[in-house]
């Protein structure tokens, strides 16, 4: 087996709400994931100015109380690591995604199934993989 096909993922994951945040957090593990779990906007971009390039990909609530959004998050990810790819999870922002979203992410709408979120996640890793290749 290669180092590639063993390397482990990280995820940033961005929530403010604990029992969703902990729920999404076993998701992404149980799937192999190493996640990087925030609970505010402000922690989230320290951790992105800090090393953005040890993560693989940032899973972010868009309303995050008082500080930063998920937006200001995955522009923040972008302008650090043009390519990463940025999942969006909300209850009530998603007509905002098309002006307020990065290019090329992806977004979810609460409530989902942890498949769905399992599968925005590996979609935009996949597509990261062929455009590097291409």
Not at 26 to 44: D, K, P, R
Not at 55 to 77: E, N
Request: glycine share 8%.
């Amino acid at each position: 087996m290669t180092a590639s096909a063993t390397m482990i993922r990280t995820i940033l994951l961005v929530e403010d709400d604990q029992l969703l945040m902990l729920d999404a957090e076993e998701a992404l593990v149980a799937e192999g994931f190493a996640v990087v779990a925030i609970g505010n906007g402000t922690q989230a971009l320290a951790e992105l100015d800090k090393d953005a390039g040890r993560f693989d990909a940032v899973v972010s609530d868009i309303r995050l109380g008082d500080g930063p959004t998920g937006w200001d998050i995955g522009h923040r990810a972008r302008e650090l690591v043009l390519t990463m790819p940025v999942v969006y999870m909300t209850a009530d922002s998603a007509k905002a995604w098309a002006s307020q979203g990065v290019p090329n992410s992806i977004l979810i709408q609460k409530p989902f199934v942890q498949a769905q979120l399992i599968l925005a996640v590996t979609t935009l890793l996949n597509q990261a993989a062929v455009d590097k290749l291409g």
